[in-house]
Structures are given as structure tokens and as C-alpha cells.
């Protein structure tokens, strides 16, 4: 089932969202001072070319913290926003509801993405 929404999440905008987290990050590390942004944005392309199946787990230490306040004050809010608003969107329908879900589990990683872990969950 993982296997099919996830194809089904590529096919309906995944590969997009996914296109567009590169090159944001791409854009960032170009300069040193992005870097970290950059990576940050790494970790979101991965988590948005395939979220079902994937557990957000937030670890935030000092660094971590600050790294959010800067992220949230220069775009992270934004981020969140249109992921939280496309999720509420998605789930007015029982069809929508598991992609709604997906994006907001991205709208959390995408408003505090420093110390944020994402991991692929295990079949058993």
C-alpha cells in the first residue's frame, strides 16, 4: 500500500515538490552562509519525493533552535503555511485524507527543519 500512494503522491505533484526542494538547496549551498539552509532543504526533497512511510521525529538542541528561528523568520512560516493549508484542502474529501496527512507531516518539518530526523519505517 506504501508502494502505491507513494507512486500515486510522485505522479500527482511529488516529483515537483521534490524538483523544486533541489533547487532551492542547490541555490543555497552555492554561497557558504546557505549551506546549512541548503542541507536543511535536502532533507525536505527527500522527505517530499516519497513521505508515506517515512516517521518525523524532532530532536532541538541550542544550535538547532536557532537555526529554526532563522528559518522560521526568513521562510519556514510560509512553508508551513501553504503545506498546512494544501493538507486541510486535501482532507475535506476521504480520498484526500492519507495525502492530507503527508503534507502535514511535511508542514512540521518544513516550519523546524534543524534537528529534525526522518526515518523510512520498516516492513516487518
Known amino acids: 500500500m506504501r508502494i502505491l500512494a507513494n507512486i500515486l503522491w510522485f505522479i500527482c505533484g511529488g516529483f515537483l515538490s521534490w524538483l523544486d526542494w533541489i533547487l532551492t538547496g542547490l541555490v543555497l549551498c552555492i554561497t557558504i552562509i546557505g549551506i546549512p539552509w541548503g542541507v536543511q532543504c535536502f532533507k525536505l526533497a527527500g522527505l517530499s519525493l516519497c513521505p508515506f512511510g517515512k516517521t518525523v521525529t524532532h530532536d532541538v538542541g541550542f544550535t538547532a533552535t536557532f537555526g529554526n528561528i532563522l528559518w522560521i523568520i526568513l521562510f519556514g512560516w510560509e512553508l508551513a503555511l501553504l503545506n498546512l493549508i494544501l493538507g486541510a484542502i486535501l482532507c475535506v474529501t476521504i480520498i484526500g485524507i492519507p495525502f492530507g496527512k503527508q503534507f502535514f ?11 529534525a530526523e526522518v526515518t523510512v519505517d520498516h516492513i516487518l
Open 105 to 115: 507531516k511535511i508542514a512540521s518539518v518544513s516550519l523546524m527543519p534543524f534537528g
